[in-house]
């Protein structure tokens, strides 16, 4: 099917939904908040990896000076990483995939 005919196929059905003459099915879901970490929680998340500073900044995809700004109180984690620390600290070997 190429593009057009898929374009066109998803907004009759579209119109056809709106006008009550087709059922689709709905699936709803509730995203849980992203926590939040003070500098011990971080610090005992790193530290449970068995990780530096250094590989687990890498494995987090952020600088050295990031990790140490967070475990100093410098500075907080923002929503993706706060997501990636919620991972870490219930699978602490998360971070293990990521490493050569």
Do not use: C, H
Request: glycine share 8%; net charge positive.
């Amino acid at each position: 099917m190429n593009v057009y005919k898929s374009i066109t196929k998803g907004l009759n059905e579209a119109v056809d939904y709106q006008q009550g003459k087709i059922k689709v099915r709905k699936t709803r879901i509730t995203i849980k908040p992203v926590e939040t970490f003070n500098t011990d929680d971080i610090k005992q998340i790193r530290q449970r990896t068995g990780l530096s500073q250094v590989i687990f900044a890498g494995s987090m995809g952020v600088s050295t000076k990031t990790v140490e700004a967070w475990e100093n109180g410098r500075n907080k984690p923002d929503g993706a990483s706060r997501r990636l620390l919620e991972i870490v600290r219930d699978d602490p070997a998360f971070l293990a995939r990521f490493q050569l």
